[in-house]
Structure formats: structure tokens, C-alpha cells
């Protein structure tokens, strides 16, 4: 089953206005976190936010904010005032514990985010 | 401070060759992270290590795969031997486990095995 669901495989945003990019996902665990990473054209990974499971504020970061609804098992990225950098992959993520002890990090299959110009 | 540095950053090789991916992990990180990204199967966690010590590798995908961190410096992903379907994109991070929930990514490996 997937643990990290993004539904979105293709979003356009027309540049300086505000985009969500969902996020769903399936844990038992009481304590887990959440995350989103950028990756643009050239490859690499950037760590955008993170929100931990007991967070009781939504998480934010500049123009990225995490609308964190933990009963509907949501972490959705809103991005605002679009600029056209932001064109790129954006994985949702998450960080759960296994009974073991050690931590189990999965990744979604992306959303590709095309800021309009 | 230079980042996760990766090395080398792309390689191509024949299939049966041993290779082998190399990480230098950003000074003062205390975990390390070897992912593999795809297209078929999107980006899949490998290995990671705590302070130099292997904590899971439910990741590698089979014996062919091993990793090594000798030091807190440096770390290794090996292949032996490699197949066409070991071609992907191979990224380490690394992480401060007291500081936060951050990994900074490498720029990446990529692996094409003919």
C-alpha cells in the first residue's frame, strides 16, 4: 500500500499567485514526521519543510507554508506568490519509526509544479 | 561549509564491473543516507548510518549492494556485480541528528550500466 500518496502528477500556476500541492499519507505511529523537498531540472534535492506529527501550528518557511490536517492524514505544500524558480519536482515525505527502533523514510512520487509566466 | 560532496558524478560502466560510489558528508553531520531514485520506482531509501553505524539497510535491494562508513567522513556505496537495471540516480545525504530534521542532499551519482 502507499504510504505517501501525491495525486498530482502535473501542476501550472500562473506566476505571483499561490499554489497547493497535496499530500496524503497512511502510519499508525502516534510520532512521525512530514517533509518536502524541491528538485529542480538540474538534480539536486533542497529540503523545503518539515512537520512533526505533534506540532500543534502549521509549519512555515518564508513562502512555504504546510497545511497540516492530521485527522484527515494530509500535509499539503502551499506555495505563495508563485516566481517562476519554483518550477520543479516537489516530493512529499515522511519519517516513521519501526518497531525496531530505526526509522523508515518514504518519499511520494512527486508533483511537477510549471510556474506560468 | 562545501556541502555533501559525491563522487563520481556520473559513471558508466559494463554490466558484471564492480562500482563503486564514494560520499563526503558535511563536517559535524552524525547521519548519513544513501538513496536511489528511478523513474520506475521513485526515490527509495537504501542504508543510513548514525554515527558511522549501519542502522538500516531493509533498503539495499540485494547482496550486490554494500555500503561502508569508515569514518565520519567518507562513506561508499558498492555494487558488485552491477546489472542494467542498478542504472539510477544514487544520492547521499547527510544530517544532524541534534540540530534538525534536515538532510542536505549530494548532488548525485548517476549510474548507467550497459
Known amino acids: 500500500a502507499q504510504k505517501i500518496t501525491q495525486t498530482q502528477p502535473g501542476m501550472f500556476v500562473q506566476e505571483k499567485e499561490a499554489v497547493t500541492l497535496d499530500c496524503t499519507y497512511d502510519t499508525s505511529d502516534q510520532s512521525y514526521g512530514l517533509f518536502w523537498y524541491k528538485q529542480p531540472s538540474s538534480g539536486e534535492m533542497i529540503f523545503l519543510i518539515y512537520q512533526g506529527s505533534y506540532d500543534e501550528q502549521n509549519a512555515t518557511e518564508g513562502r512555504y507554508s504546510l497545511n497540516f490536517q492530521k485527522a484527515r492524514k494530509s500535509a499539503n505544500l502551499v506555495i505563495s506568490a508563485s516566481q517562476l524558480g519554483d518550477s520543479a519536482m516537489y516530493f512529499c515525505?515522511?519519517?516513521?519509526?519501526?518497531?525496531?527502533?530505526?526509522?523508515?523514510?518514504?518519499f511520494g512520487t512527486g508533483t511537477r509544479l510549471k510556474v506560468l509566466a | 561549509d562545501a556541502g555533501v560532496i559525491q563522487s563520481p558524478r556520473h559513471e558508466v560502466t559494463e554490466m558484471g564491473q564492480e562500482v563503486t560510489l564514494r560520499c563526503k558528508p558535511i563536517?559535524?553531520?552524525?547521519?548519513l543516507f544513501w538513496y536511489r531514485q528511478t523513474m520506475m520506482r521513485g526515490l527509495e531509501l537504501l542504508i543510513y548510518f548514525n554515527n558511522n553505524v549501519p542502522i538500516d539497510d531493509s533498503g539495499m535491494p540485494e547482496d550486490r549492494f554494500s555500503a561502508k562508513m569508515p569514518n565520519a567522513s567518507f562513506s561508499t556505496l558498492k555494487i558488485q556485480p552491477s546489472e542494467p537495471r542498478d542504472s539510477a540516480v544514487y544520492f547521499c545525504?547527510?544530517?544532524?541528528?541534534?540540530?534538525?530534521?534536515?538532510?542536505?542532499f549530494g548532488p548525485g551519482t548517476r549510474l548507467t550500466v550497459t
Open positions: 563536517s559535524g553531520h552524525n547521519s
Open positions: 545525504a547527510s544530517h544532524d541528528r541534534g540540530r534538525s530534521y534536515e538532510q542536505y
Open positions: 515525505a515522511m519519517r516513521e519509526r519501526r518497531t525496531s527502533g530505526t526509522y523508515k523514510y518514504i
